[in-house]
DNA sequence: GTGCAGAAATTGGTTGGACCATTGGACCAC
DNA sequence: GTGGTCCAATGGTCCAACCAATTTCTGCAC
């Protein structure tokens, strides 16, 4: 027998019911993010539910990084949501140590080289031009303050991911990126950590203005190991001063 | 100065209390997945916050899918959960059409690539042993059931990720795979879906055996192509169909 | 009128207690 | 054994109140 054919029936979900009520309700209102929508009374009162079942649908949103709760201020919309929404939450075991780091940058190499070679691929006239403007500022950031442009860096990035044309990309890296924000800030101390990936910032950009999906993956890679043994020496550099 | 050198003080962070003081627990009580935690009522007294507390911290960790309740019987732990735990939710816009597919490919073909070099450069004799068991499973599968063989192709990829050496690669990929489940199975009407794949998983294997991770890289590409090759035809099918 | 301190209303956070719905085991009749 | 009934345990929901943070309003001094 097929197992899938008798799957276990639904009897109740309260709370289920609440959210995908607010889902119409924000759809129905056109809410955008950072828009204040209504307070757990009037909700509990609107949907006839118990202030209590309110509050745990929300709980669920809230984990989930869809909508954030300030306490005497009101529950406000932190990304846009739709009727077929599919979450995948992670949860990622190992702290901010060296192996974890390295295990994050692998993925990011991974997803970093496709979608450079996406972005080769795709990108309009218009979006090149994006994407050469964040690398001038990038640039400009990197000579004036001698490296440590780490948010205008990011910024060129994010560009490149957003016209790979697949938001899962900078999804992904996104949520990455705010988890270890204070690492890429100062990784295990080393100072010019990011220098040396500096030169292919442009030559990843050179690649993609010239629709090659081949030589713009190749320099992502080159980009992401540049970064790997900045962090190896760092780790390295522990390992000797622990040493002393 | 530096803005992380001040962060917010934590006034009232109850659920989080709560969830910081669960892990401790779990970690005490050397809990497995599987096993059911404290009741609701026990946990409140314990912990001397309400009930409605513990439920909120529970339901957290519901929707990140620690933990299963079931009513009338308990609430069960769902994954192995660490101290310094970090939590990735992911909500992807889009339901199961053709593009939200097409850009979970392009997700995997990321991570598969990268998962097969890595693998390529790190597997041992055993490793390698393993992986061709599941490819010789995988293939006699193939063969008396021709093509179909979902379930043992999965389990040869999840070998390739398990080797790579990363656990993040296969937990990004499981909570796809268990998201699109069902269109892996029956998508979008296609009969023979995959059947084009079926030779590159030998030759990945091959490319990762000879310790060639460039090669590997590249089956992996071709393999992820002719997947997507598989779904443009069905997409292209069920466009024609429609206009009749 | 303007500015500002303090009161008042609003809103999410927490509490305690109650009851409902489901589960799973114990027990019993057949 | 099979099938039922009962019962205690457990998660799900509800209510009413209060706490804590925030916002808004008010009224006074100038």
Redesign the pocket.
């Known amino acids: 027998m097929d197992q899938n054919s008798l799957p ?1 029936i639904q ?7 609440v959210l995908k009520a607010l889902v119409g309700f924000v759809r129905a209102e056109a809410l955008q993010p950072g828009e ?9 009162e609107r949907l ?9 649908a ?2 669920r949103w ?1 984990g989930l990084g869809l909508v954030e ?7 406000y919309l932190k990304a846009a949501v739709s009727p077929d929404m599919l979450h995948m939450p992670l949860t990622l075991a190992g702290g901010n140590d060296f192996t974890s780091l390295m295990q994050t940058l692998e993925i990011r190499r991974a997803l970093e080289a496709e979608a450079a070679a996406l972005c080769a691929e795709r990108a309009s006239q218009a979006d090149i031009a994006e994407i050469a403007r964040k690398l001038d500022v990038m640039e400009q950031a990197f000579r004036t303050r001698d490296g440590m442009s780490s948010e205008e860096d990011w910024e060129f990035h994010q560009a490149v991911y957003r016209v790979s044309g697949n938001p899962l990309f900078e999804q992904i890296i996104a949520a990455m990126h705010e988890l270890f924000h204070r690492f890429w800030e100062h990784p295990l101390g080393v100072r010019d950590f990011g220098h040396a990936s500096f030169p292919y910032h442009r030559t990843i950009y050179e690649r993609i203005a010239a629709r090659d999906p081949q030589g713009a993956r190749a320099e992502a890679l080159k980009l992401i190991a540049t970064v790997e043994d900045d962090l190896k020496r760092g780790a390295a550099k522990l390992k000797l001063s622990s040493q002393t």
Chains 1, 2 share one sequence.
């Not at 204040?36 to 509990?44: D, V």
């Not at 709760?69 to 529950?75: A, E, I």
């Open positions: 276990p009897t109740t979900a309260r709370d289920d019911a204040r929508l209504p307070t757990e009374r009037i909700l509990a006839k539910v118990s202030r209590n079942t309110v509050r745990e929300l709980t809230e709760r300030r306490q005497g201020s009101g529950t």
